[in-house]
Nanobody, 122 residues
Framework: QVQLVESGGGLVQAGGSLRLSCAASGRTFSSYYMGWFRQAPGKEREFVAAISWNVVSTYYADSVAGRFTVSRDNAKNTVYLQMNSLKPDDTAVYYC???????????????WGQGTLVTVSS
């Protein structure tokens, strides 16, 4: 069982930066692939980024590639999402998720956090 708690969301102007954190409980955190997803009002939850358990591989949605960076610190049971050059279209609730495979689909992940709201003003 893994419990996930996101933090770091807030209001930022376009062009600004935020760093989201996702703290995990459980001694098996380092064996999970971690993903970040987001859901804007009225839209489906969409993939943002993912990182392998050993930090070797990362994947990004085309919409955030080059602006967002996913990382993790297994010693701290924490995964991060550094978001730069934010745009109003990035406004959404951001969720972290843990799963046994790395994928871009929500159904591949077993555990989810409660989400943190990111609002980007123009």
């Amino acid at each position: 069982q893994v419990q996930l708690v996101e933090s770091g969301g807030g209001l930022v102007q376009a062009g600004g930066s935020l760093r989201l954190s996702c703290a995990a409980s459980g001694r098996t955190f380092s064996s999970y692939y971690m993903g970040w997803f987001r859901q804007a009002p009225g839209k489906e939850r969409e993939f943002v980024a993912a990182i392998s358990w050993n930090v070797v591989s990362t994947y990004y949605a085309d919409s955030v590639a080059g602006r967002f960076t996913v990382s993790r610190d297994n010693a701290k049971n924490t995964v991060y999402l550094q978001m730069n050059s934010l745009k109003p279209d990035d406004t959404a609730v951001y969720y972290c998720a843990a799963g046994r495979i790395m994928a871009r689909t929500t159904r591949a992940y077993d555990y989810w956090g409660q989400g943190t709201l990111v609002t980007v003003s123009s």
